[in-house]
């Protein structure tokens, strides 16, 4: 992105500071229904989707948890049955052996460790296999106070674009982001985003011309002075 475009979006918008909550407010009002998509009872439930919806869509995972969770309603369920029935059960969603395996581990130690019950730390959670800190960050946010922030492909490609992070690394976004966003808003953020990356900020085809941000954001289409385009190479990281 030319320096000139860069200087120029940096001070259209203003400082990110004053920005994040005008932003946040809009997109509550614009987005009232956005939640987790994924279909889900109960803690252990919960966790199990969010395992599940690695490298698929939640639709997806929501078409293979209607059965599954029929079939495995506790942890020893999920023992119970061959490696090769619980892949089987799952295989639907991808990745279906490595995922397996790392449900039965999951379930093994909720089991030995944890009273058969989900825990409610970032540690204990990042201590079951195949739970990463973007899992262990979705679990946490549903069960209600929010450790940290969700930082999946749609958050960070709008966190990059309304300038509010240069980085690409997930940790040093969310990082980047739990400085900036008021702790009130964490559980809320993240589906915010989604939701906004899913309708109207689109990867490919950013619709500016209809985004209740165009005003505040440096990579807005519409405030382009250049003519560069937000998304792909034209987002305006540096602008932060
Ligand atoms: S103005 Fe454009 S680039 Fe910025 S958030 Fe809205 S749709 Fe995305």
Same mark, same amino acid.
């Given at each position: 992105?030319?320096?000139?475009?860069?200087?120029?979006?940096?001070?259209?918008?203003?400082?990110?500071?004053?920005?994040?909550?005008?932003?946040?407010?809009?997109?509550?009002?614009?987005?009232?229904?956005?939640?987790?998509?994924?279909?889900?009872?109960?803690?252990?439930? $919960?966790?199990?989707?969010?395992?599940?919806?690695? +490298?698929?869509?939640? #639709?997806?995972?929501? @078409?293979?948890?209607? &059965? =599954?969770?029929?079939?495995?309603?506790?942890?020893?369920?999920?023992?119970?049955?061959?490696?090769?029935?619980?892949?089987?059960?799952?295989?639907?969603?991808?990745?279906?052996?490595?995922?397996?395996?790392?449900?039965?581990?999951?379930?093994?130690?909720?089991?030995?460790?944890?009273?058969?019950?989900?825990?409610?730390?970032?540690?204990?959670?990042?201590?079951?296999?195949?739970?990463?800190?973007?899992?262990?960050?979705?679990?946490?946010?549903?069960?209600?106070?929010?450790?940290?922030?969700?930082?999946?492909?749609?958050?960070?490609? $709008?966190?990059?674009?309304?300038?509010?992070?240069? +980085?690409?690394?997930? #940790?040093?976004?969310? @990082?980047?982001?739990? &400085? =900036?966003?008021?702790?009130?808003?964490?559980?809320?953020?993240?589906?915010?985003?989604?939701?906004?990356?899913?309708?109207?900020?689109?990867?490919?085809?950013?619709?500016?011309?209809?985004?209740?941000?165009?005003?505040?954001?440096?990579?807005?289409?519409?405030?382009?002075?250049?003519?560069?385009?937000?998304?792909?190479?034209?987002?305006?990281?540096?602008?932060?």
């Amino acid at each position: 992105m030319a320096r000139s475009y860069v200087k120029e979006a940096r001070q259209r918008v203003g400082p990110k500071r004053d920005r994040i909550v005008p932003v946040v407010e809009r997109l509550l009002a614009e987005h009232p229904d956005a939640t987790i998509a994924l279909t889900f009872r109960n803690d252990l439930e $919960l966790l199990v989707s969010v395992m599940l919806s690695a +490298q698929t869509t939640d #639709v997806n995972v929501n @078409r293979v948890t209607v &059965r =599954l969770f029929e079939k495995y309603r506790t942890p020893h369920d999920y023992l119970a049955v061959s490696p090769e029935e619980l892949e089987n059960d799952i295989r639907a969603t991808g990745f279906f052996r490595q995922k397996a395996k790392s449900l039965r581990g999951t379930m093994a130690i909720l089991l030995e460790e944890f009273d058969g019950q989900v825990p409610g730390t970032m540690d204990e959670l990042l201590r079951l296999p195949g739970v990463a800190r973007k899992t262990a960050n979705v679990v946490i946010a549903e069960r209600g106070e929010a450790q940290g922030i969700v930082v999946d492909t749609h958050v960070r490609r $709008l966190s990059q674009r309304l300038g509010f992070t240069r +980085q690409e690394d997930p #940790v040093k976004i969310e @990082r980047d982001l739990i &400085r =900036l966003v008021p702790r009130r808003y964490w559980n809320a953020f993240p589906h915010l985003l989604i939701w906004h990356g899913r309708r109207v900020c689109i990867a490919r085809a950013p619709r500016c011309e209809v985004c209740v941000l165009n005003d505040l954001c440096p990579s807005s289409r519409l405030g382009a002075a250049s003519g560069a385009a937000p998304g792909g190479a034209g987002s305006a990281r540096d602008s932060v």
